[in-house]
């Protein structure tokens, strides 16, 4: 039998500790360890037991939960912290300590489970990767949406597409929608995508060929999936360059 996540929940609302407990009790794989109503209580329940997951607020009584976030993040083994918060405007902070997801209230059941995977899938390595940095590193990007703030690590998206005034990002957590460009992107991350087409680009780590097919043209197939992306005539030669230098 799969052992349960604990989970500890702060908020000092009542009734917000009610309902994140009843979603999270809903879930399977996971079991909510502990309450707490303020900063105080989230480190006195930390000293009698590590929880896996800490979701928390942030305006809290006493000390808020930025600055519990940031002691735990100095902690040898720290818990996995998702923000849920009523306000939007500490996004940026919430990775500056190690924050793996930021949700926004009321917090919809799909947001929160899509978290608290996404807690399980982030490794010690990963953590230490996002401690001390800004709004991201070299290779993550906050992606404000209506569920939330999402950290995208890049190098694990497959490829990106362009449709109309959104890209869609494609990646091992599914799909996340931005408003940043294809050329905003390509040059925030020119070591993790490769423009392969107007509306394309596709994920440095996954190309595994370039096909020519017998009309002439040419796809890019992407490791991990069945996807086989069309490459653009002028764009073809600096794909074949790049497979040329692995």
């Known amino acids: 039998?799969?052992?349960?996540?604990?989970?500890?929940?702060?908020?000092?609302?009542?009734?917000?500790?009610?309902?994140?407990?009843?979603?999270?009790?809903?879930?399977?794989?996971?079991?909510?360890?502990?309450?707490?109503?303020?900063?105080?209580?989230?480190?006195d329940a930390m000293a009698r037991d590590i929880p896996d997951i800490v979701l928390l607020d942030i305006r809290m009584p006493?000390?808020?939960?930025?600055?519990?976030?940031?002691?735990?993040?100095?902690?040898?083994?720290?818990?996995?912290i998702i923000f849920c918060t009523a306000y939007d405007d500490y996004a940026v902070r919430a990775f500056e300590v190690q924050a793996v997801a930021y949700l926004l209230k009321p917090v919809r059941r799909e947001a929160?489970?899509?978290a608290l995977?996404?807690?399980?899938?982030?490794?010690?390595?990963?953590?230490?990767?996002?401690?001390?940095?800004?709004?991201?590193?070299?290779?993550?990007?906050?992606?404000?949406?209506?569920?939330?703030?999402?950290?995208?690590?890049?190098?694990?998206?497959?490829?990106?597409?362009?449709?109309?005034?959104?890209?869609?990002l494609h990646h091992d957590n599914g799909e996340t929608l931005t408003d940043l460009s294809l050329k905003a992107l390509e040059s925030r991350f020119p070591e993790h995508l490769l423009r392969i087409h107007r509306h394309t680009l596709?994920?440095?780590?996954?190309?595994?060929?370039?096909?020519?097919?017998?009309?002439?043209?040419?796809q890019v197939r992407v490791a991990d999936t069945n996807e086989a992306l069309p490459v653009s005539r002028r764009h073809v030669a600096r794909v074949r360059q790049w497979l040329r230098d692995l």
């Open 202 to 218: 596709v994920g440095t780590h996954f190309i595994r060929s370039l096909e020519r097919l017998e009309d002439g043209s040419s």
């Open 62 to 80: 006493g000390r808020d939960g930025m600055e519990v976030a940031a002691h735990l993040s100095r902690q040898p083994n720290p818990p996995a």
């Open 112 to 114: 929160l489970a899509g």
């Open 1 to 43: 039998m799969t052992s349960q996540r604990r989970v500890l929940i702060a908020d000092d609302e009542p009734l917000a500790r009610e309902r994140l407990t009843r979603m999270v009790e809903d879930l399977d794989g996971y079991r909510v360890s502990g309450e707490a109503a303020n900063g105080d209580q989230v480190l």
């Open 117 to 168: 995977g996404q807690a399980e899938r982030l490794n010690r390595v990963q953590l230490q990767a996002l401690q001390g940095q800004a709004d991201t590193d070299s290779h993550h990007l906050s992606v404000s949406s209506a569920r939330g703030t999402e950290l995208v690590d890049m190098t694990r998206v497959r490829y990106c597409e362009a449709d109309q005034k959104y890209v869609t």
